[in-house]
T-cell receptor, first 114, second 114 residues
Framework: AQSVTQPDIHITVSEGASLELRCNYS??????LFWYVQSPGQGLQLLLK??????LVQGIKGFEAEFKRSQSSFNLRKPSVHWSDAAEYFC????????????FGTGTRLKVLA | DAGITQSPRHKVTETGTPVTLRCHQT?????MYWYRQDPGHGLRLIHY???????DKGEVSDGYSVSRSKTEDFLLTLESATSSQTSVYFC?????????????FGPGTRLTVL
């Protein structure tokens, strides 16, 4: 069965520091992978997505993610965090064929220290 | 931003009362989804629709029903609300044309069942 694991519930980083949020997935076929961000009281905004091709994908707000099939991972990175990046981040996996349903991870809440 | 609205945005109701949440889109996307978001669980799919009058269950569908009589509207009904249905509900839409199969989210409805 499909599943997504975000092992870090909370992460705290200082402004200007680099960031990596982990995402591991379990899926028997080629996955589609997504990262969403949710600011407090808001809906989810798409940061980036991977469908195929280049395994390093660029997204909005200076984020990038790398798909590593051998590790079943799709980690989100940002070289220098800004205070406005404080939010909750969700990884999701979707099927490359058939059903159009996604499975979401439980989220990682990012706190940024000034 | 995708044209998705949800109504109401906030609702407080009592146990045993029926509740209907509405999702409205202006994007003419074929797929629509209802999720609930709870701490420690991320987003879980309740029901989804793949066309007018075509719906299917998600992973947490018990106690919920849906209807879609028009492309732009997807209704979620709690037949008899319970305290366990206190949650934040999100609607999402997608147009399943690979590789454009990306879900876009509405702003959410916060429901409290007393």
């Amino acid at each position: 069965a499909q599943s997504v694991t975000q092992p870090d519930i909370h992460i705290t980083v200082s402004e200007g520091a680099s960031l990596e949020l982990r995402c591991n997935y379990s899926y028997g076929a080629t996955p589609y992978l997504f990262w969403y961000v949710q600011s407090p009281g808001q809906g989810l905004q798409l940061l980036l997505k991977y469908f195929s091709g280049d395994t390093l994908v660029q997204g909005i707000k200076g984020f990038e993610a790398e798909f590593k099939r051998s590790q079943s991972s799709f980690n989100l990175r940002k070289p220098s965090v800004h205070w406005s990046d404080a939010a909750e981040y969700f990884c999701a996996v979707g099927a490359a064929s058939g059903t159009y349903k996604y499975i979401f991870g439980t989220g990682t809440r990012l706190k940024v220290l000034a | 931003d995708a044209g998705i609205t949800q109504s109401p945005r906030h609702k407080v109701t009592e146990t045993g009362t029926p509740v209907t949440l509405r999702c409205h889109q202006t994007e003419n996307h074929r797929y629509m989804y209802w999720y609930r978001q709870d701490p420690g669980h991320g987003l879980r799919l309740i029901h989804y629709s793949y066309g007018v009058k075509d719906t299917d269950k998600g992973e947490v569908s018990d106690g919920y029903s849906v209807s879609r009589s028009k492309t732009e509207d997807f209704l979620l009904t709690l037949e008899s609300a319970t305290s366990s249905q206190t949650s934040v509900y999100f609607c999402a839409i997608s147009e399943p044309t690979r590789p454009k199969d990306t879900q876009y989210f509405g702003p959410g409805t916060r429901l409290t069942v007393l």
